[in-house]
């Protein structure tokens, strides 16, 4: 990556982080799993206030956030306090997420500097859209995206980051600023990066690895509609010819398939993305995870028993080699 020039930081900037390690007032939309996870693993490493919004949440919801050391809050008080908002929710809900702040910092009547971090599978043009929402205001637009699964004690996932060239100080503070509170940030910079770049990793991520999962699932589903014995000779076939196919199924399927749901609205979003290559494939691809996610246990159970006799397969195989 070319080496590019940064601005100096503005006095908010500076003046809220500069020196020993403070903790600004943060807040994380919405609590869900990645979210928790996400400020739990902030709380961990020395952040202060981390405020979230609860309003018609469910129970478990509620005592998650609270697991996670999260703090209720109007979306007007989150707007008045917070210096960072981090959105991590579904694709679908992430245009109507930066719609909701903008709306309460207007209503505030707010004029103070804000960052809103989109941390969502959308597209790039989705996210270009976004940042003409806040243009024009005191909230400054980050691309951003989460690769992998939610933080443990063990894993911390990658979540890419990108933003306008004029808002490179924003953007280098938010950096240091979250890498301090335990994340794994890492910002995009360079010739041409800007808004939807950081998208863009995600869309070509995801159409690999979750286009991945998608074309597993719908072959085995086509096999064994065929028969039984149909799905059972793929498997054979599979692991005669393409033995690290199948390690990569087992690893991926279990973990992935009841999270299919989510995945509909992520493939539609790499549709767009891919719109001058080939969208139809993951217009397919998203067809099928919402069948997965809509039919009941019956596609489930198919295509965990394929994932668990691979599992069984290649377990046997390396102890017979022993």
Do not use: W
């Not at 940042?131 to 691309?143: E, K, V, W, Y």
């Not at 719908?218 to 393409?242: E, K, R, Y």
């Not at 996610?293 to 019956?298: H, M, R």
Request: aromatic share 6%; glycine share 8%; proline share 6%.
């Amino acid at each position: 990556m070319s080496h590019i020039v940064l601005s100096p930081p503005s006095t908010f900037f500076h003046f809220q982080f500069m020196g020993s390690k403070t903790s600004p007032i943060l807040a994380l939309l919405a609590p869900g799993a990645m979210g928790a996870a996400i400020a739990t693993r902030l709380s961990a490493s020395g952040a202060g206030l981390i405020l979230t919004n609860l309003d018609g949440r469910s129970e478990p919801t509620i005592q998650r956030a609270r697991a996670s050391n999260m703090q209720h809050a109007s979306y007007t008080e989150i707007v008045e306090r917070a210096s960072y908002i981090y959105s991590v929710v579904p694709p679908k809900d992430a245009f109507a997420v930066a719609q909701m702040i903008l709306s309460a910092y207007k209503a505030a009547g707010s004029q103070r500097p804000l960052v809103f971090v989109d941390c969502n599978a959308v597209n790039p043009e989705s996210m270009k859209s976004m940042a003409t929402l806040f243009r024009g205001t005191g909230i400054i637009l980050i691309d951003g995206v989460i690769i992998g699964t939610p933080p443990t004690p063990s894993f911390n996932p990658g979540i890419y980051v990108s933003a306008d060239p004029k808002d490179v100080a924003a953007l280098d503070e938010f950096t240091r600023m979250s890498n301090e509170f335990g994340l794994n940030v890492i910002p995009l910079k360079g010739e041409g990066a800007g808004i939807g770049d950081a998208s863009a990793v995600k869309m070509s991520h995801s159409g690999i690895v979750k286009g991945t999962i998608g074309l597993f699932t719908t072959m085995i589903l086509a096999a064994n509609a065929a028969s039984p014995s149909t799905a059972d000779g793929l498997l054979h076939a599979l692991n005669l010819s393409q033995p690290a196919l199948v390690d990569l199924l087992v690893r991926l399927l279990p973990e992935a398939l009841p999270k299919s749901y989510r995945f509909v609205g992520e493939m539609e979003e790499v549709g767009g993305f891919a719109a001058g290559t080939n969208a139809n494939t993951f217009d397919g691809l998203a067809k099928i995870f919402a069948r997965v996610a809509q039919g009941g246990d019956s596609d489930l159970d198919v295509l965990l028993k394929f994932a668990q006799q691979a599992k069984e397969t290649r377990e046997s195989e390396s102890a017979s080699r022993v």
